[in-house]
């Protein structure tokens, strides 16, 4: 279990090498995140990472589950030390790649993406309240059909669950430097997008330098657009909320799509009912087995 | 020569207590805290009289770390950072953390006393960052070991499955020994013979002076009631008696090789 608090204090985190420097960009992967990346790292004093850290997927979520043991009993970090000072250490050991980069470049601030960091966003903006997280979003009907299309493996419930549940992660977090953009958006005007953001973001630049980052967004072709499908269908029905709060159009799916998203979804749900309900008559059988076999040997 | 990953302030002063679920070690980890010092996470009280371990899983929380410092796809932490750098980074976690706790629970103590059952499958990457650390091995007779984690609350399935997770330990302890520098095995049931003869010989191995004042404290320390879970029986080797037949002969077909290459019993 993690800390009932992922906050690591403001003053604490101005211990860091790195205070202020990091820029995250949020976003489910094939959303176009790289582009994004690309982009920033072109700034006059920015560096883009040249690859994902996995630092929060692969590192930092698994030690702050470690906190507390919960009904596994007391076995756990928190035996070592308070919360504050875990996500402390943790901050120290989560800023070693940052800093390594830092030091190798000549850059001031450092731009990085990890297509899994996404799911750990709350982490995110706990342990770097002085970070820029930049949420960038994508069509979820689009992004969850490729996610669910070869040679991605997810089904289209998984992918379309990935998506939503990426999004409402991010837009429940209080963050003093959250930032968010369509990636439809910034291919379409991709000057506009970034004379807007990169100023938030605290660089002060020419329009040139505008122009140059806004030329690698427009370079690359644009994003196709598929057929959505059933996982498409599934994200307009569960997350209908996001696509009409990040302002997509709405009721795209066609109804044998839709059909065959519920039907997707009832089934599901059945089999975790099932999967349930067999585990449960399965540990009572082997509890009974036991007594009984105790008592025999008795 | 520093042995450390980096100038640790627990270089050389790191105590690793290896050993299968209930084979003594939270009761040898009560005798070494005897020593002025030495600190670790105290065991809980959770009600009077029964103390249970408290186990830090440090070494198990790190395991995405180190996974994600042997990516092999030219991403993660290698992409940015050496091996060497990597290791030096988790020491530092790790050390802070122990350094807080001391500060906690014994200010004055130099060194610290980690102790986790599964501590031994995951000794490559303990010695990694430690490898200027102390390892002490707690042995006891499997069929006792198994006999005293079926009858605790975390008991696994079957007796087979809690023969099976005592010999896979001795196996990855096995595998691993050629990465400990300074090794030690000791049995549950000398200690229990004379618990302060065992720690003070201890105590010398790790260069702690062992005066009179501390094998006071040890022998008034070995009869407290560690990591019983509610057992009241009396202590002492040879209850896998009381396991049925069949469960003995299971215990024995899974463990039996162990059994005699520790001594336990004899090949024939």
């Known amino acids: 279990m993690r800390p009932p608090e992922l906050a690591l204090d403001e003053g604490a985190a101005g211990e860091s090498a790195v205070y202020g420097r990091l820029i995250f960009l949020l976003a489910t992967a094939g959303s176009g995140a790289e582009r994004l990346l690309r982009a920033l790292g072109t700034l006059p004093g920015a560096a883009a990472m040249p690859a994902p850290t996995h630092i929060f997927e692969c590192g930092v979520d698994w030690i702050l589950e470690h906190w507390d043991g919960g009904e596994r009993g007391p076995a756990a970090l928190s035996g070592l030390a308070d919360a504050q000072s875990l996500l402390l250490e943790t901050r120290r050991l989560a800023d070693a790649p940052y800093e390594a980069f830092l030091a190798q470049t000549s850059a001031d601030r450092v731009v ?29 009907r689009q992004v969850a059909a490729r996610q669910s299309s070869p040679p991605h493996e997810s089904s ?18 209080e963050h003093p430097h959250r930032y968010d953009l369509r990636t439809e958006d910034l291919l379409r005007d991709p000057v506009r997008l970034l004379s807007a953001l990169v100023p938030a973001l605290g660089f002060e630049v020419d329009d040139d330098a ?7 967004v427009g370079a690359a072709p644009a994003l196709p657009t598929v057929a959505t499908g059933r996982a498409g269908a599934i994200v307009e029905i569960v997350g209908a909320d996001l696509l009409h709060h990040f302002d997509y159009e709405m009721n795209t799916a066609r109804l044998p799509e839709r059909v065959a998203a519920w039907g997707d979804m009832a089934i599901s749900a059945n089999v975790e009912v099932g999967h349930r309900l067999g585990a449960d008559v399965a540990r009572r059988l082997r509890r009974r087995v036991r007594k009984v076999r105790g008592a025999r040997s008795r | 020569m520093s042995e450390a990953p980096y100038a640790s302030p627990f270089e050389g002063r790191v105590i690793f207590v290896l050993g299968s679920r209930r084979t003594g070690t939270t009761w040898l980890q009560e005798l070494l805290l005897a020593h002025p010092a030495v600190v670790t996470v ?64 014994k200010p004055s103590a130099e060194w610290f006393l980690e102790k986790s059952p599964s501590n031994i499958a995951r000794l490559p990457l303990i010695t990694s960052l430690y490898p200027d650390a102390w390892f002490i091995h707690v042995v006891r007779d499997g069929r006792d070991a198994v006999r005293s984690l079926m009858d605790s ?80 029986g009396p202590i002492g080797p040879g209850k896998w008696m009381q396991l049925p037949a069949h469960e003995r002969a299971r215990v024995l077909d899974i463990a039996g090789d162990w059994l005699v290459e520790l001594g336990y019993i004899d090949a024939g």
């Open chain 1, 112 to 140: 990085e993406y990890s297509p899994g960091h996404i799911r750990f966003a709350d982490e995110v903006a706990g342990l770097y309240p002085d970070a820029c997280l930049i949420q960038l979003v994508r069509d979820g």
């Open chain 1, 156 to 173: 289209p419930r998984e992918a379309a669950k990935r998506w939503i549940d990426d999004q409402r992660l991010v837009l429940s977090l």
């Open chain 1, 210 to 216: 505008i122009a140059r980052a806004a030329a690698v």
């Open chain 2, 42 to 105: 105290p065991t809980v009280e959770v009600e009077p009289g029964r103390l249970d371990p408290s186990e830090t899983v440090i070494m198990g929380a790190l395991e995405a770390v180190w996974l994600n410092a042997h990516n092999a796809d030219s991403e993660g932490l290698p992409a940015f950072l050496e091996h060497d750098e990597i290791v030096a980074v988790m020491r530092r976690f790790c050390d802070g953390l122990f350094a807080r706790a001391r500060d906690t629970y």
């Open chain 2, 153 to 232: 609350p975390m008991a696994p399935r079957t007796v087979a499955d809690a023969a099976a997770e005592w010999v896979a330990l001795l196996d990855d302890l096995q595998r691993y020994r050629h990465l400990l520098r300074r090794f030690r095995q000791v049995r549950y049931e000398a200690m229990l013979g004379d618990p302060v003869a065992a720690a003070a010989d201890l105590f010398q191995w790790l260069g702690l002076a062992g005066s009179d004042e501390v094998l006071q404290a040890v022998e008034e320390r070995s009869k407290r009631q560690v990591a019983r879970f509610g057992a009241t």
